[in-house]
């Protein structure tokens, strides 16, 4: 089954590079590709009696090394990139389709440094607010926060307030 939001397929390098993408980044993060890595070091290590221990054989692994770990660093960051983007669309989703939270979030990693600095320490300022309440459900939007505070502890002293009254 297709996805219907796949409306216009890639073509040419581009296509191409992303699907050895991602076949290379899942063979290499596989428990095989850690065995054939460790059997080339080991390989590797035991011919170095054979070659005495050569400013060559030292750099036939100097070399292999440095070449595999530059070219996987491009395949692994179109991954992370792909990754990445899904993940903020997924979260995009449970954004825009809660009432609760605020839809300014939306898109929130294309905004600036200052920008993203000025939200957390809003919400570290919501999860002081949270603290002092000691409940585990206490929430709060951006928009209304010390508005929801300031109503669910006022909510919080009727109710305790409440208990205390005895009928008579």
């Known amino acids: 089954m297709t996805s219907s939001l796949n409306t216009s397929r890639k073509t040419g390098f ?6 050895i993408a991602n076949k290379v980044t899942r063979l290499a993060g596989s428990s095989y590709a850690f065995l054939i890595a460790f ?15 050569s400013d060559t054989w030292q750099l036939v692994i100097n070399t292999s090394t440095t070449i595999v770990t ?7 960051q179109q991954s992370q ?12 989703e449970l954004i825009a389709c809660n009432e609760a939270a605020s839809n300014r979030l939306i898109d929130v990693e294309d905004i600036t440094q200052e920008e993203l600095d000025t939200l957390k320490n809003f919400y570290v300022k919501l999860a002081t607010l949270a603290k002092k309440e000691n409940e585990l459900f206490s929430s709060h939007s951006i928009d209304e926060a010390a508005d929801i505070h300031n109503q669910k502890s006022q909510f919080a002293k009727n109710r305790v307030a409440n ?6």
């Open 39 to 53: 059997a080339l070091i080991l390989l590797w290590g035991i011919t170095g009696p054979f070659f005495h221990f």
């Open 14 to 19: 581009s296509a191409k590079f992303e699907t």
């Open 81 to 92: 990139n792909k990754d990445s983007i899904a993940l903020q669309l997924k979260l995009n």
């Open 163 to 168: 208990r205390n009254i005895k009928p008579e």
């Open 70 to 76: 530059f070219l996987m660093v491009f395949i692994i």
